[in-house]
């Protein structure tokens, strides 16, 4: 089993940052892929990014240029910094990570980007 623990989500003005993390622990060896999704109110839950392990990286076309995904792995870490954040950038961002034969995920992480 793997668990995992978000922070780092909050209030920001728009054009403004933050930097999501989210803290794995367990089986981390089985672990094939760590991304976010996000889900906006009254919206259906979409991909965000994610990152394999050996460091390839995908982005939806919305956030490409403006979040980065990476991750550590010394210390089981997974982090989305995001920039210029718009009001439709407001979610529940979820980060989840992949094994060979589950998916986890974690409870998730308030993001308000509003004036």
């Known amino acids: 089993q793997v668990q995992l623990v978000e922070s780092g989500g909050g209030l920001v003005q728009p054009g403004g940052s933050l930097r999501l993390s989210c803290a794995a622990s367990?089986?981390?060896?089985?672990?094939?892929?760590m991304g976010w999704d996000r889900q906006a109110p009254g919206k259906q839950r979409e991909s965000v990014a994610f990152?394999?392990?050996?460091?390839?990286?995908h982005y939806a076309d919305s956030v490409r240029g403006r979040f980065t995904i990476s991750r550590n792995n010394v210390k089981n870490t997974l982090y989305l910094q995001m920039h210029s954040l718009k009001p439709e950038n407001t979610a529940v961002y979820y980060c989840?990570?992949?094994?060979?034969?589950?998916?986890?995920w974690g409870q998730g992480t308030q993001v308000t980007v509003s004036s």
């Open positions: 367990g089986s981390i060896s089985s672990i094939n892929v």
């Open positions: 989840y990570v992949l094994t060979s034969e589950l998916g986890y």
């Open positions: 990152i394999t392990n050996v460091g390839g990286t």
